[in-house]
């Protein structure tokens, strides 16, 4: 299985917001609605920010949000904060209990 | 709360075994699936497979002939081995809970740096 492709970085000032896309195939992101967004620091573990698409997990702020369409996933930050600069990486479902991670966005806040 | 912490050396040789283990606090074994991630330096997070509460493992299909995942459960632990290193085996090493009725990765440990080399 192939890694989901992500931009490589992303970025936008204070307040912006800014948007990611996680494009995988028919037998990942477009086959299921399995896919969630983590948010790593520098030196840190991932944390989970978003699951099955666009639910959010318990105290995680409503300024991130996730949607779908075909076989590209999208995470966006609104009102971007300075704590929100980080690596986001997507993951999905492969089937057959296999999961695979996008490549990574670095995202800036000007 | 929950809590996972890796542990093993942090330096392997070429071609020798990886060997890590990661300890489970604050959290039942059962119902979960416990992962393994791994993310190489100034690289991307890579799956690398999970063992269930019964024994039960699968692991991402371009490690599978080289990838061994164990539980413990009567000591709330599970293992990783990895063999025939090479340095493209060099990375951070997570452990994770898994939870696959929300299909997300909840709770991880703080990584672990393994560097294979001579």
């Known amino acids: 299985q192939s890694a989901l492709t992500q931009p490589p970085s992303a970025s936008g000032s204070p307040g912006q917001s800014v948007t990611i896309s996680c494009t995988g195939t028919?037998?990942?992101?477009?086959?299921?609605?399995?896919v969630s967004w983590y948010q790593q620091h520098p030196g840190k573990a991932p944390k989970v920010m978003i699951y099955?698409?666009?639910k959010r997990p318990s105290g995680v702020p409503d300024r991130f949000s996730g949607s779908k369409s075909g076989n590209t996933a999208s995470l966006t930050v609104s009102g971007l904060q300075a704590e929100d600069e980080a690596d986001y990486y997507c993951?999905?479902?492969?089937?057959?209990?296999?999961?695979?991670f996008g490549t990574g966005t670095k995202v800036t806040v000007l | 709360q929950v809590q996972l912490q890796e542990s093993g050396p942090g330096l392997v040789k070429p071609s020798e075994t990886l060997s890590l283990t990661c300890t489970v606090s604050g959290a039942s074994m059962s119902t979960y699936y416990w992962c393994w991630i791994r993310q190489p330096p100034g690289k991307g997070l890579e799956w690398i497979g999970y063992v269930d509460y019964s024994g039960r493992t699968n692991q991402n299909p371009s490690l599978k002939s080289r990838v061994t995942i164990s539980t413990d459960t009567s000591k709330k632990q599970f293992s990783l081995k990895v063999n025939s290193v090479t340095a493209a085996d060099t990375a951070v090493y997570y452990c994770a809970r898994g939870d696959f009725v929300r299909f997300l990765f909840d709770y991880w440990g703080q990584g672990t740096l393994v560097t294979v080399s001579s």
């Open positions: 028919s037998s990942d992101v477009g086959g299921y609605n399995y």
């Open positions: 993951n999905s479902y492969a089937g057959s209990n296999n999961f695979v």
């Open positions: 099955e698409v666009s």
